[in-house]
Structure formats: C-alpha cells, structure tokens
C-alpha cells in the first residue's frame, strides 16, 4: 500500500483552507514536542533555516518561539498548503516558498541550512528512512536537523501495524527508533535526542493511543 505522491497533494491541497482548524479535533502532539525538544537543546541564531514538508508553516512558527531566522526556505508539495502559509505570515519577504515534493526536493538540493526541521512530513513517504538520510547533507556543520516520525512501538510489547491506511489511499508508515537513529547516522549526523511520545488521545476501537518521536540530530562541526 504505497502513498501516490499525486494523492498525497490531492489531499492537502483539498484540505488547505481548514486544515489548521480540522487539527483541533484530534490533537496531535507533535508541535509542543517540537517546543520540548527547543527548550532542551536551546539554538542561539539561524541564518538559514530549511522547513521541508512544511505545510501551513506551523512548525516555523514554534522555532521563532526560540529564534529568528534572517531566510527561512519552506517546502511542501501542496500548493494549497504553501498558500495558507504565505497568507498566515503576510507574505514575508523572510519566507521563500518551494512548491516541490519533499523527497524530490532534497535529492535535487545541495544548500545547506543552518537548522533543518521537518515535522509530520516523513511518515508519508514509504522511503523516509532514505529520505532523513539524503537530508544530512543539506545540514551546515554544527547544525541541528529536527523531525518527527511514526513508531510502530506500542505500549504492550508487540508491534503496531508498520502501514496505516488514510483517507483518499493515502498511506502513513512507521517506523522504529533504531532504524530512524541508523537513518540519521548514515546522513553523517549525531543522534542527540530520540524522544518518544504519546501522539494524540486514544480513539474508539484502538488498544493503546499510537506513538511518535520526535529526534534532535546534529551535523559534526568541522
């Protein structure tokens, strides 16, 4: 069950305009992990900042929380998405936007950015841990490369489901820990942090509420 990249912008794109409402229904934890994960591992400036998979910009708009970076390049392969995102910071001129697939994106790239974040990006594509890895090399050295990921460890021992269906046949894959820490290391990357965490309230039906992580990676500096 693989996730067309061509449905993956049919939903977003059709979900744009309410997706940052929508995501109050079920809430999804990922962000105020992101605000953990900055308090913990405090960045003092950014130049440059990369935000793949970017969508409406919420996740830029946790890291100026912390920091303010002088660019900020947004990636998201839903024009609709990249929109609400212009709309929401007034189309400021920090702000570039890149209307792209994110695998396609960091395998085309070679700049490489002061802080890399990608959050709720990676569980959509069946070859994320290729996708992390490729992503290393668009870290300046000393940087850091925050995401998020799906885990398929569960709370009882055995295993989650490793491919969840979503709506219009989309797919979410998952992942576990160990791999995403070998992913990152393969990049040239350090594994500074590796945080699981309950993702959302448990739904009807379900034995335990899923699982995310959360990762603080860092490029060695020279």
Not at 101 to 108: L, S, T, Y
Request: glycine share 8%.
């Amino acid at each position: 069950m693989a996730s067309h990249p061509d449905k993956i912008t049919e939903y977003f794109d059709s979900h744009a305009e309410t997706y940052d409402e929508g995501g109050a229904s079920v809430r999804w934890m990922g962000g105020e992990m992101l605000r953990v994960i900055l308090r913990s591992h405090p960045i003092v400036s950014v130049h440059s900042m990369l935000d793949l998979a970017a969508g409406t910009g919420n996740a830029t708009k946790v890291v100026e929380e912390f920091v303010r970076p002088r660019h900020i390049t947004t990636v998201d392969g839903s024009q609709g998405m990249l929109d609400q995102l212009a709309e929401k910071y007034n189309h400021d001129p920090r702000i570039s936007l890149v209307h792209r697939a994110v695998g396609a994106f960091v395998a085309e790239s070679n700049k490489q950015h002061d802080l890399v974040v990608c959050v709720a990006g990676f569980p959509f594509m069946e070859d994320q841990l290729q996708v992390i890895t490729d992503t290393g090399r668009l870290v300046k050295p000393g940087g850091p490369f925050v995401f998020t990921y799906d885990s398929h460890v569960y709370f009882h021992s055995e295993q989650a489901e490793r491919t969840v269906s979503f709506p219009l046949g989309l797919a979410v894959y998952r992942q576990s820990p160990g791999e995403i820490d070998k992913a990152v290391q393969a990049g040239g990357l350090e594994v500074i942090e590796n945080l699981q965490f309950i993702a959302r309230d448990k739904q009807e039906g379900e034995r335990d509420p899923p699982i995310s992580g959360i990762v603080m990676a860092q490029k060695p500096k020279l």
